[in-house]
């Protein structure tokens, strides 16, 4: 069973703690990794995006001219996808991009993803990310006492506004509850930050 060191935020290591196998060893499955990085990507776009076909723009009711005897072509509106200011041929209309994947899919992208943090050495365990008061510029000298940098994943266990306050600043950093993290989060961050209790928590739901 692999082991993990957990440091405290002055960056001195505390003790290790042991990672469960059925998480932290497998084999980073790159398809269910993509399939989840998908789905999250299509449930992030509102689908609001409009373009009016041609019986909802104003006008266009009379024909601009006549058949025939003109020498130009064939015209019945001036509202034709053709025409400048007309409508628009098969354009987008609201929809729900959402795709839905099984519970089984999305656990077994989050225990790739940890999986793929650990074994790259990327990954930093800490016994509590308590902040004493919301001050960014502790929590950057924490960061930089734990050498994680700016573009990380902070996984907390409680809910902390002094942690929130402190960390929405940093450009790159963001801060998720153990129960929010998704692969994607996971992915999209170069460092992953995890407390203690948020790294148990999560064990004990990928079991």
Same mark, same amino acid.
């Given at each position: 069973? !692999? ?7 002055? $960056? ?7 990672? %469960? ?27 609001? +995006?409009?373009?009016?076909?041609? @019986?909802?723009?104003? $006008?266009? $009711? ?6 025939? @005897?003109?020498?130009? !072509?064939? !015209? ?13 041929? +098969? ?14 899919? #999305? ?6 993803? =940890? !999986? ?12 509590? &990310? ?11 000298? %924490? =960061?930089?006492? #734990? ?15 002094? =942690? ?7 450009? $790159? ?5 153990? +129960?929010?993290? +998704? ?9 992953? &930050?995890?407390?203690?209790?948020? =790294? ?5 739901? #990928?079991?």
């Amino acid at each position: 069973m !692999a082991t993990v060191e957990v440091k405290n935020l002055e $960056g001195a290591k505390v003790k290790d703690l042991e990672l %469960a196998d059925e998480v932290f060893g497998v084999k980073p499955n790159g398809s269910l990794l993509w399939e989840s990085t998908r789905a999250y990507l299509a449930s992030q776009r509102r689908g609001t +995006h409009s373009t009016k076909s041609r @019986g909802e723009i104003s $006008g266009g $009711g009379k024909k601009p001219w006549r058949q025939k @005897g003109t020498g130009r !072509a064939r !015209a019945g509106s001036s509202r034709s996808s053709l025409w400048r200011h007309g409508s628009i041929a +098969h354009g987008p209309k609201p929809r729900d991009y959402e795709i839905q994947l099984p519970k089984k899919m #999305l656990n077994g992208a989050l225990r790739s993803a =940890l !999986a793929a943090k650990f074994q790259e050495n990327k990954m930093t365990v800490v016994e509590s &990310l308590d902040q004493a008061e919301p001050k960014t510029k502790a929590f950057v000298a %924490a =960061l930089d006492k #734990l050498e994680v940098g700016s573009r990380t994943l902070v996984v907390n266990d409680t809910r902390d506004r002094n =942690l929130e306050l402190s960390s929405r600043n940093v450009a $790159g950093c963001d801060l998720v509850r153990h +129960h929010d993290v +998704h692969a994607y989060h996971i992915l999209s961050h170069e460092r992953l &930050l995890i407390s203690e209790g948020a =790294l148990t928590r999560l064990q004990e739901a #990928l079991r």
